[in-house]
């Protein structure tokens, strides 16, 4: 079935260093790919997304490029804050009479000042 | 603003005690679901509703109910809450069809507490 499988965290980096998150995929068909954010004590929201293969979705200074050959969708950041500090999770929607939203368990990310 | 509302954001009940966690969002969303997160199972879906009276289940619907009566609101119902449903609880909604229907937006939470 439709899974999405991500890093397990926690993930401590200091300020200014370069993020990778990796996320890679299985499904049926040509799911469109997210990350959404959660940041402390608060629910979760879009942070980026690709709807197709070779797509690069962009936002707040990260990355992630749908790799359809790779089953993947590393999400990443050329110089992490400590704003960043959150949990990311992967998702995937699943193309049915539904369009369900399948997530990862979440990377946990602390950067240190 | 286009908000998803869930209320209480704390609750503390016990053991078979009925209990509501309320969830309203002011987009006119058609898809309104509920997830609940724990550590180290991420988020799991428990009901979810793709219109009004149409409710269906998500992967652990057991042991809640839903019911969908206004596009708007979404109740979680626990009949008879047991320690196993102390979790973070949220609430979630988009469009469904067009652009940006893919787009979840969430609700800020309610952590329950089952004693």
């Known amino acids: 079935g439709n899974s999405v499988t991500q890093m397990e965290g926690p993930v401590t980096l200091s300020e200014e260093a370069f993020l990778t998150i990796n996320c890679t995929y299985t499904a049926t068909g040509y799911p469109s790919l997210f990350w959404y954010v959660q940041y402390p004590g608060e629910g979760l929201q879009l942070l980026l997304k690709?709807?197709?293969?070779?797509d690069k979705g962009s936002n707040k200074g990260f990355e992630a490029t749908y790799r359809k050959e790779t089953t993947s969708f590393h999400l990443e950041k050329g110089s992490v804050q400590v704003s960043d500090s959150a949990v990311y999770f992967c998702a995937l929607t699943r193309r049915g009479r539904d369009d369900k939203i399948i997530f990862g368990k979440g990377t946990r990310l602390h950067i240190l000042p | 603003e286009a908000q998803v509302t869930q209320n209480p954001r704390y609750l503390i009940t016990v053991t078979g005690k009925k209990l509501t966690v309320t969830c309203s969002q002011n987009?006119?969303?058609?898809?309104m679901s509920w997830y609940r997160q724990d550590p180290g199972l991420g988020l799991r879906q428990i009901y979810y509703s793709m219109n009004v009276e149409v409710t269906d289940k998500g992967d652990v619907p057991e042991g809640y109910k839903v019911s969908r009566k206004e596009k708007r609101n979404f109740p979680l119902i626990l009949e008879s809450p047991s320690p196993n449903q102390t979790s973070l609880y949220f609430c979630a909604s988009r469009s469904l069809g067009g652009t940006g229907s893919e787009k979840l937006f969430f609700g800020s939470g309610t952590q329950l507490s089952v004693l």
């Open positions: 690709a709807t197709k293969a070779d």
């Open positions: 987009m006119n969303h058609e898809y």
